[in-house]
């Protein structure tokens, strides 16, 4: 049975008296998949939407020390392994400008941060 045959069989029963609202609301929230809370991203995409440029350890953009803040690897691997790349044909050079463009600063709302890279264009 498709979920529009079960909201429908359910409407049915809620319109002849057999349910109730609150029965009613309740088998509607178990069919949709709504009854608990609303679940939480996995732990990998928290982790990168929590990821900011770091204000206070930076040398640039602040990248490497908001690396170290999101994984707990010192800033200073970081600047290592981006040095390193950047000697492997600039790969190291493309991705901390990606990252700088990208990745809002921390204390700035993303929307925030958004907007004033338009500005800045």
Known sequence: MSLTDELARLGELHQRGQLSDDEFMRAKQRVLGTAGEP????PAV????ALRRSRGDR????VCGGLS???GIAAWMWRLLFTLLALCAGTGV????LLWIFVPEEGV???ANDGAQ????
């Not at 679940?39 to 996995?42: G, I, Q």
């Not at 928290?46 to 939407?49: F, I, P």
């Not at 493309?94 to 400008?97: A, I, T």
Request: without cysteine.
């Open 39 to 42: 679940a939480d991203p996995p």
């Open 46 to 49: 928290a982790a990168v939407n």
């Open 59 to 62: 040398w640039l953009g602040g």
């Open 69 to 71: 803040l999101a994984t």
């Open 94 to 97: 493309g991705l901390y400008l």
């Open 109 to 111: 709302p993303a929307a």
């Open 118 to 121: 338009m500005q800045a264009r």
